[in-house]
C-alpha cells in the first residue's frame, strides 16, 4: 500500500544515457509511494526522444509532454504545476499531496519516501533537497530517524534544483516562474519570491539522497557545479558501475578537476 502521493516534474533535455540511469534509479526508490512522473521533453535530440518513448512504469502513471524547443526548466515546472494542480470530480481524481522537481542527470539511492517523511516530520520545513550541495552554507544540523534508517539533515537558506521535494500548495505558491531571467526555479522558490520558502518563514532541508551523476555534463557551468573530493569518488564509481564513463566523459572529468584544483581519482572500485 502507497503511503505517499506524490507528482513528479523530469524535465528532459538530451543526455539520453544519463536519462535512463536516472529514470531507473527513481523508479526503485518509490516503495510507499503512489507516484505520477511527469517527463518533459525539452526539445531534446532523437536519441533522448527514443529513450523517454520507452520509459514506462508498471506501478506507476507517466504522462509525457513534448515542448517544441528548450524552453528552460522554469517554463517546464510552470507546465507541470498548471496540469497537477486542478482535480477533477468526474473521475474522483485529487491532486498529489507533494511534488517533485527533479533533473535528468541524479541518480536515487535512497527512498523517495524518506525525503517526504523527513518534511513532514520536521517543523516549519518548507522543501526538502535529495541532494546535499557544498555550495550552499549550512546553518544546523541535525539527525532524522526514518522508516529505513537515520540520515543527517541540513538547515540551509536554498539548494540547488537537482531534487527538491515539497508540499504542493508551496510550489503552486510561485508559479508561474519568470521565464525571461536567468535566475533559475530553485532560487525563487528559496528566496527570491514573494511566496518564497524564505519569504513563508519556513526552512530548506537537504539530505544525500541522490548522486549527480551529470556533473561533468553541466548545461550550467563549462566545468559544472561544484562538489568535493568525496562526491565526485562517488560520482565516478557509479558512471563506471553503470557504463557511462565514456573517453568524452572522462576527459570533461580531468577537465573538471584541473579547475577545480582536485587530485586526480584512484580507479573507481565497483566492491
Same mark, same amino acid.
Given at each position: 500500500?502507497?503511503?505517499?502521493?506524490?507528482?513528479?516534474?523530469?524535465?528532459?533535455?538530451?543526455?539520453? #544515457?544519463?536519462?535512463?540511469?536516472?529514470?531507473?534509479?527513481?523508479?526503485?526508490?518509490? #516503495?510507499?509511494?503512489?507516484?505520477?512522473?511527469?517527463?518533459? #521533453?525539452? $526539445?531534446?535530440?532523437?536519441?533522448?526522444?527514443?529513450?523517454?518513448?520507452?520509459?514506462?512504469?508498471?506501478?506507476?502513471?507517466?504522462?509525457?509532454?513534448?515542448?517544441?524547443?528548450?524552453?528552460?526548466?522554469?517554463?517546464?515546472?510552470?507546465?507541470?504545476?498548471?496540469?497537477?494542480?486542478?482535480?477533477?470530480?468526474?473521475?474522483?481524481?485529487?491532486? /498529489?499531496?507533494?511534488?517533485?522537481?527533479?533533473?535528468?542527470?541524479?541518480?536515487?539511492?535512497?527512498?523517495?519516501?524518506?525525503?517526504?517523511?523527513?518534511?513532514?516530520?520536521?517543523?516549519? /520545513?518548507?522543501?526538502?533537497?535529495?541532494?546535499?550541495?557544498?555550495?550552499?552554507?549550512?546553518?544546523?544540523?541535525?539527525?532524522? /530517524?526514518?522508516?529505513?534508517?537515520?540520515?543527517?539533515?541540513?538547515?540551509?537558506?536554498?539548494?540547488?534544483?537537482?531534487?527538491?521535494?515539497?508540499?504542493?500548495?508551496?510550489?503552486?505558491?510561485?508559479?508561474?516562474?519568470?521565464?525571461?531571467?536567468?535566475?533559475?526555479?530553485?532560487?525563487?522558490?528559496?528566496?527570491?519570491?514573494?511566496?518564497?520558502?524564505?519569504?513563508?518563514?519556513?526552512?530548506?532541508?537537504?539530505?544525500?539522497?541522490?548522486?549527480?551523476?551529470?556533473?561533468? #555534463?553541466?548545461?550550467?557551468?563549462?566545468?559544472?557545479?561544484?562538489?568535493?573530493?568525496?562526491?565526485?569518488?562517488?560520482?565516478?564509481?557509479?558512471?563506471?558501475?553503470?557504463?557511462?564513463?565514456?573517453? /568524452?566523459?572522462?576527459?570533461?572529468?580531468?577537465?573538471?578537476?584541473?579547475?577545480? $584544483?582536485?587530485?586526480?581519482?584512484?580507479?573507481?572500485?565497483?566492491?
Amino acid at each position: 500500500m502507497a503511503e505517499h502521493s506524490l507528482a513528479i516534474c523530469f524535465p528532459v533535455w538530451n543526455r539520453a #544515457d544519463l536519462f535512463e540511469a536516472s529514470y531507473a534509479s527513481l523508479l526503485r526508490q518509490l #516503495d510507499g509511494v503512489d507516484a505520477s512522473i511527469w517527463i518533459i #521533453d525539452n $526539445g531534446s535530440d532523437a536519441p533522448t526522444k527514443q529513450s523517454i518513448a520507452k520509459a514506462h512504469s508498471e506501478r506507476h502513471s507517466i504522462f509525457k509532454v513534448t515542448l517544441p524547443a528548450n524552453m528552460g526548466i522554469p517554463y517546464a515546472v510552470n507546465v507541470f504545476s498548471r496540469m497537477t494542480e486542478l482535480s477533477c470530480p468526474f473521475t474522483n481524481h485529487q491532486p /498529489a499531496r507533494h511534488v517533485m522537481i527533479v533533473d535528468a542527470d541524479c541518480y536515487f539511492k535512497r527512498p523517495v519516501r524518506e525525503l517526504i517523511e523527513i518534511l513532514e516530520g520536521s517543523p516549519n /520545513a518548507g522543501a526538502i533537497a535529495g541532494h546535499d550541495s557544498i555550495e550552499h552554507e549550512v546553518r544546523r544540523s541535525y539527525v532524522f /530517524a526514518t522508516g529505513s534508517g537515520e540520515r543527517v539533515v541540513k538547515e540551509k537558506a536554498v539548494e540547488r534544483g537537482l531534487c527538491l521535494l515539497m508540499r504542493r500548495e508551496i510550489l503552486a505558491g510561485c508559479v508561474p516562474f519568470p521565464t525571461d531571467t536567468p535566475v533559475d526555479f530553485d532560487w525563487q522558490i528559496g528566496q527570491r519570491h514573494a511566496n518564497s520558502i524564505e519569504a513563508l518563514g519556513l526552512k530548506m532541508l537537504a539530505v544525500d539522497n541522490v548522486v549527480h551523476i551529470g556533473v561533468y #555534463d553541466s548545461t550550467w557551468h563549462p566545468v559544472g557545479v561544484p562538489a568535493d573530493a568525496s562526491q565526485l569518488h562517488e560520482i565516478d564509481s557509479l558512471l563506471t558501475e553503470l557504463n557511462l564513463m565514456s573517453p /568524452a566523459r572522462r576527459q570533461r572529468m580531468e577537465l573538471y578537476r584541473s579547475h577545480f $584544483g582536485l587530485t586526480q581519482p584512484r580507479e573507481p572500485s565497483l566492491a
